[in-house]
């Protein structure tokens, strides 16, 4: 049975039978975040499909191209070419439709071999548990923030948010609107303060408000890597400081629109701190969906959410087998 059909039994099963309500919205979710992408890559390699009624040397070149052309990134793509012109030898494979679901196991398989890649985020033993966010500006840092803090609020935990974005414009009265709409904790001072004693003094109130999940934000400043990579030092030195094994998550904030830059920012970042995750945002906005499969191979840091949209419910979980069955659908004309 090939990947795709578990895929098909699972997700079609859930939309007829009574699953678990929150397990058909999330899958609801992908799906409409995924719109976009599913209606070019999709429709791509479906027209693909039709035009062919052989699998010949122009195939596999249009097919290569589809792929390169959704972000799915040149090594894996290479990767994938190789292994599926392998299969079509192999298999003795001729008819394009029946190439289809080899397509869906292959890219799978790309992504899951090697080292398995966890989504869950780290907790900690005693709490608070402090995750800190990085990425440039305008990738959705402080918007993620707040979804996240909704769903840890859903979760009835004590939220604090820190503005340790002390840098830009805005950027603290931005994350305290947030707080007061949400009704979470808040911790910040003005612009232009040092952020690492921001930091200090809302972690000092987490401690004394028994808080359980602290959110800090962060300004990106790429463009100078030796002064960010300086400003992260010392702020990883004081979390640590004051609280033992923190932060328990470093996740970098990309924008999927961003394509390639997303990546080159990824690998920066990667570079000059500690990541332990990836957020990847603004899926819903790009057609090049494949993205994720790209970050897989050249960052090898796991994407631990996406974002399919404004919402905090739009905040997903990564799921692999929700992504593949969103993106591919159409293409498998379920
Ligand atoms: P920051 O500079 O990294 O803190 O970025 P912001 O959090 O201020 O977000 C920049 C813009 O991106 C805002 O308008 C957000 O609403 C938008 N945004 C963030 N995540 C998503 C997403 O997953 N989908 C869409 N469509 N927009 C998003
Ligand atoms: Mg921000």
Not at 282 to 290: F, W
């Given at each position: 049975m090939s990947f795709f059909s578990k895929l098909k039994d699972k997700f079609i099963k859930k939309e007829d039978e009574k699953v678990e309500l929150e397990e058909k919205e999330s899958l609801q979710v992908y799906d409409k975040g995924l719109t976009k992408s599913r209606n070019t890559f999709s429709s791509r390699l479906l027209d693909l499909t039709k035009r062919y009624n052989k699998v010949n040397e122009e195939y596999f070149e249009e097919l290569e191209e589809i792929l390169i052309m959704a972000d799915i990134g040149v090594n894996t793509v290479m990767n994938f070419m190789d292994r599926l012109r392998k299969r079509v030898k192999e298999d003795k494979i001729t008819d394009p439709t029946l190439l289809k679901e080899v397509i869906v196991d292959e890219l799978f398989i790309i992504y899951v071999s090697g080292e398995v890649l966890s989504t869950n985020l780290e907790r900690a033993e005693k709490k608070p548990t402090v995750y800190l966010f990085v990425g440039v500006n305008g990738v959705g840092k402080t918007t993620t923030i707040a979804k996240l803090a909704q769903k840890e609020k859903e979760a009835n935990r004590k939220v604090l948010l820190i503005a340790g974005d002390t840098f830009r414009a805005g950027a603290t009265s931005q994350l305290k609107e947030w707080s007061e709409r949400l009704e979470v904790n808040f911790y910040g001072k003005k612009e232009g303060v040092d952020p690492a004693s921001v930091i200090y003094e809302g972690l000092e109130y987490a401690l004394n408000n028994d808080i359980d999940t602290v959110l800090i934000d962060t300004a990106g400043r790429l463009q100078n890597k030796t002064n960010l990579m300086k400003e992260l030092e010392k702020i990883n030195k004081v979390i640590s400081k004051l609280i033992e094994n923190a932060p328990h998550e470093t996740l970098l904030v990309i924008d999927a629109t961003t394509g390639q830059n997303g990546i080159s920012q990824a690998k920066s970042f990667k570079e000059i701190t500690n990541l332990t995750g990836i957020i990847l945002t603004?899926?819903?906005?790009?057609?090049?969906?494949?993205i994720v499969l790209a970050i897989k191979e050249e960052v090898n840091l796991p994407v631990k959410f996406i974002g399919l949209g404004e919402t905090a419910r739009d905040l997903q979980e990564f799921d692999i087998e929700k992504y593949i069955y969103s993106l591919f659908k159409d293409f498998m004309e379920v």
């Open positions: 603004k899926l819903d906005g790009t057609a090049k969906g494949g």
